[in-house]
């Protein structure tokens, strides 16, 4: 196999990703995803991070973004066991700093 074999599955430029496939045989296929959109959403974020300095906190603040198979993966299970401390836990993380729209501590 070569890296020519891979075929174009699908791509979604409202999401920003692109799903490959490279059949390994009849019923065996490898799918690689492809997340192009990912330095134009951090760099949104960003930009939404700095024209929030110095705003209030308050309620219906929104404090982060995340794409989609990110908070389905991450941020849906924590609002649905009602885990909000996990959920501040994540947020509040310096590991997932990139996707806050908003300083401090939630």
Request: proline share 3%; net charge neutral; glycine share 6%.
């Amino acid at each position: 196999m070569m890296s020519s074999d891979w075929y174009l599955m699908s791509d979604n430029p409202t999401l920003g990703v692109r799903r490959w496939g490279l059949d390994l045989d009849d019923k065996q296929t490898i799918v690689r995803t492809e997340y192009y959109a990912a330095n134009s959403f951090f760099e949104a974020n960003a930009t939404e991070f700095k024209e929030t300095e110095g705003q209030r906190f308050g309620e219906w603040r929104k404090v982060a973004s995340t794409p989609m198979h990110i908070a389905a993966r991450e941020i849906l299970p924590r609002l649905q066991d009602g885990n909000e401390t996990s959920l501040k836990k994540w947020l509040n993380s310096s590991d997932h700093s990139a996707f806050r729209t908003f300083k401090g501590s939630i």
